[in-house]
């Protein structure tokens, strides 16, 4: 895999430190149009995942007092920022026909909840939002046949297509469940194990 999400935040999340009886949940939503898209993530903590995220966040950008304040949740969310976008400056998650040409970040953007300020022994759920926006040089369906999105293994995946595309076969989706809302195709499933979801598409007639 040539990119995983949560190890660019690895250094600001405990996803990757996560113990068996963990809560970590990770949701990709990914809408694609003609000239671009974008990328979300949400990640959500519970149980004993609350406290490490926070002691982590505590230690490792605030000053280690065992409470987080309004200047340390507004330093995570510019490190965070700044760590995504530096990363994906690159080497880019998206490709069409195994290439990325094509493809830039236009903004990188995060919601850190409100919930991470206080206490680190504080217990209630949190909830982190992260979006990437991407333009297209060229109109989608002159970009290839093909688009790849590069993911962290095993986390929940919806993809949108834009009106008037067919979608002819995927790959790398476990769990996939396709349907049409607002005449647009969504497919739904989770990042198979090597992280890497294709979509083989072409203009309907």
């Not at 049409?180 to 007639?205: P, Q, W, Y």
């Amino acid at each position: 895999m040539r990119y995983i999400p949560t190890l660019l935040l690895a250094l600001l999340t405990v996803a990757m430190i996560a113990s068996p009886s963990s809560a970590f949940e990770w949701k990709n939503t990914i809408v694609l149009e003609e000239d671009g898209m974008s990328w979300n993530y949400e990640e959500n903590y519970s149980g004993e995942d609350v406290g490490a995220f926070r002691s982590y966040a505590n230690k490792n950008v605030g000053n280690g007092d065992g409470y987080i304040s309004a200047w340390e949740l507004m330093k995570l969310d510019h490190r965070i920022r700044s760590r995504l976008y530096g990363s994906l400056e690159k080497e880019l998650d998206v490709m069409f026909d195994n290439s990325a040409k094509n493809v830039n970040v236009f903004e990188v953007d995060a919601e850190i909840s409100r919930s991470v300020l206080g206490s680190t022994d504080k217990n209630d759920s949190i909830n982190n939002r992260y979006f990437v926006t991407y333009t297209f040089e060229k109109d989608i369906f002159e970009l290839g046949d093909s688009v790849s999105f590069d993911g962290e293994a095993n986390t929940d995946l919806i993809i949108t297509m834009p009106q008037g595309m067919e979608v002819i076969a995927t790959e790398g989706i476990d769990s996939r469940f396709v349907e049409t809302i607002n005449n647009r195709t969504v497919i739904c499933g989770h990042f198979g194990i090597e992280g890497l979801a294709t979509v083989e598409f072409s203009r309907k007639d």
